[in-house]
C-alpha cells in the first residue's frame, strides 16, 4: 500500500476522518519525534506502516492521510529522552495509544515489554527496555461519526423529579433470563427493552452506569485470576469500553453505545456516566507505558518534588494534573464528546475532590470548576461530585460550586447510624433527612444532596442488615481491603439464618432505610439490586468480582420488595412535598396557619432544642405541610400538595404517638407502615390527637389531603 501524506491541521486533536481520509494529531510538548503506526488487524503484531510524523504546531504533532477510512487501526511510538529523574520516561520501542481515540480494539494482553522499564533490572524503572510491545497491546481506532439519532432529544428531568439507578452494564443484565444470550452484559442489553421495562416499572429517571470509559485490568489482578470489574482504572477517556460491546471492537462499540442512549431517551430515561479524570490505568512509576507515560509523562501528571515519582491522591499510583491547560483540554474535550456526540445527559465524577486540587491544597475554585462553570455545553448537563479523595483534606462534602450535586456521605452515615441503633444524632438525622441545609443552604438548593444509603462500594442493602463485618477472602487479600466501618447491623446472627424473627427484622430494615430514602429532601439513588434484595455474601468490595457475586440474579430476585420499592418512588413522584425545589423556612404559612415543617415528640408536643439534643427514644415525627412548598411549576403557578406526618422510631420497641392538633389536620390516612410485609396492604384513618401505636424499629406515613376547587393539586 502506498502511503501519501499531508500535513493535516493542529486540530482537532485526535484521529477525524473528513470522508476522503483521516487527519491524526497527538499533543507533545517534550518530544523529539512521533511516529504513526498503522495496523490492518487487532492481532498483527507489528504495524503495517510506520510513518514519520513531521509537522508541529502548537504543541501537536499531526499529519493527514488521504485514502484511509473508518475502522482503520492506529497507535503512535514517541521519541524523546528517557530520564525519569527528571519526569522523561520516552520509549520509542512501546506502540502508544492515542489519548483522544474514539474506539479501541480490545485489552491488553500482559506482558513485560509493556513496560518502559526492564522488569527484574536493580535499577527498576530507571533502566530502559528496548522489547517493542506492538503485540501485546490494543490498537486506537479510527471511527466514523455519522449516526442516525431519529430526533432524539436529551429528556432534561430537573433533578428534583430525579430517581438515579447505580448500575453495571455486565452486572445488571448478565444473568437476566429474558435478555437474548449473545448479548447479555452489553451496551445492547441495557438498551434492551425487557431493560427498559424494568427501569420503567421500578420509576427509574435516570441510570449513572459504572465507568465505562476504555479500562485497564490490573497485572497483578489477571495473575489471579481476578479483575478490574467495576472499571475505574480508565486508559481511554473518549472511548467506549470494548468489553461491552456485542456487536465489535472496530467502532462498532461506539454504534452500539449511542443506540443504547437513543433507546432509553426514547423511554424518558437519562444516562449519567460515572468517569474517572482523576487518574489513569498506568498506574505509579512501576507501572506499563500505554499512552500518556509515553507520549509526554510530565505533561499528563502531577510529578512530586522529585520528578521521578506521582503525586498519588487516588490510591491508584498517580493523579492527572488539571492545573496543566492540555490536560483540562483533555478532560473538557472528552466531557463534551460524551454530551455532543454519543448524548450522555451527566457525569459522576470519582474522587472529584483530586480535580479540585491546586498544588496540595483542594480549592473549590481550582481552574476546572472554572472552566466547566463556563462552558456553554458542560454547564447544562447533570454534574454530581463524589466529594473525597484520600489525600489531606480531601473530604469535602458540602464545598463544591454552585450547578453541581454531590454524593452526600454524611446523609448515607446519618442514617445507617439511626437505623442500626447507633448513639448518633438526632440532629443530625433531622437535617439529612430534610436536605442537609447545613451543607448545602448558602449557595444551592436542596437538589445537591444526592442522597444513598448503599453504593457500588460497600455492602448491598441486604447485606447491611445482614453482616457486621466485611468478607472479602475472595479477593484474594487477607480480607484486609474495603472499609471495617460499615455501620451495618446484621440484626442479631452474622450472615444468613434460619431464625424467622432475624430473617422478619431484617426485612423491615430494609423497608425502613428504603423508605428514609424515598422521603427525604434531595436526589434519591438506588444501587441496582437492592429493591430485589441482592447479595454480595458479605464481600464490601468486589471491584475485582466479575462473576455471580457481583452480578444480579434476577432468578432470586425478591418481587415482594420489588414492588414495595416502586411504590415508594411512585408515592415520592406523585408528592412534591417530598421533592422540594427549595428549603424549607419554618416559617408560618398564612393560609394554613401553621409552620411549612414542624417536629413532634410522641406525646404530640413540637420539639425543642433540648429534645434534639437528647435524642428522644431514638424516635420523631415530621409534619410536612402542603401548602408550605414556596415554589412554582414552570407556567409560574403555584405548588401545593397534600400534608404528610412521617413517624421514624428507631427504639427497639413500639412507641404511642399522639397525632398533632386539628390546626394540621382534622384527619390522616395511613399509607405506609414498614412494619407491616412489603406486599401487605395497609389502611387506616385516623382524627387529630388521636393515638397510633408505632411498632419498633418502623416506619409510619400518613396522608392528610388538601382539596382545592374539588381537587389535589400536585406538581
Known amino acids: 500500500m502506498k502511503i501519501t501524506t499531508y500535513p493535516g491541521k493542529s486540530f482537532p486533536l485526535g484521529a477525524t476522518w473528513d470522508g476522503k481520509g483521516v487527519n491524526f494529531t497527538l499533543y507533545s510538548e517534550n518530544a523529539t519525534g512521533v511516529d504513526l503506526c498503522l495496523f490492518h488487524s487487532p492481532e498483527d503484531e507489528v504495524e503495517t506502516e510506520r510513518i514519520p ?21 492506529y497507535g503512535y511510538r514517541v521519541s524523546g529522552p528517557y530520564d525519569p529523574e527528571n519526569g522523561h520516561r520516552f520509549n520509542p520501542n512501546k506502540l502508544l495509544l492515542d489519548p483522544y481515540a474514539k474506539a479501541i480494539s480490545g485489552t491488553i494482553n500482559w506482558d513485560d515489554s509493556l513496560f518502559g522499564y526492564q522488569i527484574g533490572s536493580d535499577e527498576k524503572d530507571l533502566s530502559f527496555s528496548e522489547t517493542d510491545n506492538a503485540a501485546f497491546v490494543p490498537k486506537s481506532v479510527v471511527v466514523d461519526h455519522n449516526f442516525d439519532w431519529e430526533g432524539d432529544a436529551a429528556p432534561c428531568i430537573e433533578y428534583f423529579n430525579s430517581v438515579i439507578y447505580e448500575a453495571h452494564v455486565k452486572g445488571f443484565t448478565n444473568m437476566h433470563p429474558d435478555i437474548p444470550k449473545e448479548i447479555r452484559g452489553t451496551y445492547a442489553a441495557i438498551g434492551h427493552p425487557v431493560t427498559i421495562k424494568y427501569l420503567k416499572a421500578l420509576g427509574i429517571t435516570a441510570i449513572e452506569l459504572m465507568p465505562i470509559h476504555h479500562f485497564l485490568n490490573d497485572r497483578h489482578l489477571v495473575e489471579k485470576g481476578l ?39 426514547k423511554a424518558g430515561i437519562e444516562v449519567i456516566l460515572d468517569v474517572v479524570y482523576n487518574h489513569t490505568g498506568e498506574g505509579s512509576e512501576m507501572g506499563p507505558t500505554l499512552s500518556f507515560r509515553g507520549i509526554d509523562n510530565c505533561c499528563y501528571y502531577r510529578l512530586t518534588e522529585d520528578n521521578r515519582y506521582y503525586m498519588d491522591y487516588t490510591g491508584t499510583g498517580n493523579t492527572l494534573n488539571a492545573n496543566l491547560p492540555n ?15 454519543m448524548h450522555v445527559d451527566g457525569f459522576r465524577f470519582d474522587l472529584a475532590a483530586t480535580l479540585a486540587r491546586e498544588l496540595h491544597e483542594v480549592n473549590r475554585l481550582s481552574a476546572f470548576f472554572d472552566i466547566i462553570h463556563q462552558d ?3 454547564s447544562q448537563v447533570k454534574l454530581i461530585a463524589e466529594p473525597w479523595d484520600i489525600g489531606e483534606g480531601g473530604y469535602q462534602v458540602g464545598k463544591f460550586p454552585p450547578g453541581w450535586a454531590e454524593w452526600n456521605g454524611k446523609y448515607r452515615d446519618s442514617i445507617r447510624d439511626f437505623w442500626s441503633g447507633t448513639e448518633s444524632s438526632l440532629a443530625e438525622f433531622g437535617d439529612r433527612i430534610t436536605g442537609s441545609s447545613d451543607l448545602y443552604k448558602s449557595y444551592r438548593r436542596p437538589t445537591a444532596s444526592i442522597n444513598f444509603v448503599t453504593a457500588h462500594d460497600g455492602f448491598t442493602l441486604n447485606d447491611l442488615v445482614t453482616y457486621n463485618e466485611k468478607h472479602n477472602e475472595a479477593n484474594g487479600e487477607d480480607n484486609n481491603d474495603g472499609e471495617s466501618h460499615n455501620r451495618s447491623w446484621n440484626c442479631g446472627v452474622e450472615g444468613p439464618t434460619n431464625d424467622e424473627a432475624i430473617n422478619e427484622l431484617r426485612e423491615k430494615q430494609k423497608r425502613n432505610f428504603l423508605t428514609t430514602l424515598f422521603l427525604s429532601q434531595g436526589v434519591p439513588m438506588l444501587v441496582a439490586g437492592d429493591e430485589m434484595s441482592r447479595t454480595q455474601n458479605g464481600n464490601n468490595n468486589t471491584y475485582c468480582q ?30 412534591a412535598a417530598f421533592s422540594r425545589k427549595n428549603w424549607f423556612k419554618g416559617e408560618v404559612e398564612k393560609k394554613s396557619g401553621v409552620a411549612d415543617i414542624a417536629w413532634f415528640l410522641p406525646g404530640g408536643s413540637e420539639m425543642s432544642e433540648d429534645n434534639w439534643n437528647h435524642d428522644f427514644a431514638k424516635s420523631v415525627a415530621v409534619f410536612l405541610n402542603g401548602l408550605g412548598l414556596h415554589s ?40 405506609i407502615d414498614t ?19 408505632v411498632e419498633g424499629r418502623s416506619v409510619v406515613l400518613l396522608q392528610h389531603q388538601l382539596i382545592h376547587n374539588g381537587e389535589t393539586k400536585h406538581n
Open 675 to 693: 412494619d407491616k410485609k412489603a406486599n401487605e396492604k395497609v389502611k387506616g384513618v385516623f382524627k387529630a390527637e388521636e393515638t397510633i401505636q
Open 327 to 341: 490536560v483540562l483540554r483533555l478532560m473538557m474535550d472528552s466531557l463534551r464528546y460524551w454530551i455532543l456526540e
Open 227 to 265: 479483575t478490574n470489574y467495576w472499571g475505574y482504572n480508565t486508559i481511554g477517556f473518549f472511548a467506549p469500553d470494548a468489553r461491552y460491546s456485542s456487536s465489535g471492537v472496530l467502532g462498532e462499540q461506539v454504534t452500539e453505545f449511542k443506540t443504547m442512549v437513543k433507546e432509553l431517551h
Open 53 to 73: 510524523v513531521t509537522e508541529y504546531s502548537e504543541l501537536i504533532w499531526h499529519i493527514y492521510i488521504p485514502g484511509l477510512k473508518p475502522g482503520q487501526l
Open 376 to 378: 456553554p455545553c458542560i
Open 546 to 575: 466479575d462473576n455471580e457475586l457481583s452480578w444480579i440474579n434476577w432468578d432470586t430476585m425478591d418481587k415482594d420488595l420489588m414492588g414495595f420499592t416502586s411504590r415508594l418512588i411512585k408515592l415520592r413522584k406523585e408528592h
Open 632 to 671: 412554582v411549576n414552570a407556567e409560574g403557578n403555584k405548588i401545593i400538595d397534600d400534608s404528610f406526618y412521617i413517624i421514624f422510631n428507631a427504639h427497639s420497641e413500639p412507641l404511642n404517638y399522639k397525632l398533632p392538633t386539628a390546626e394540621y389536620a382534622a384527619s390522616w390516612e395511613l399509607l
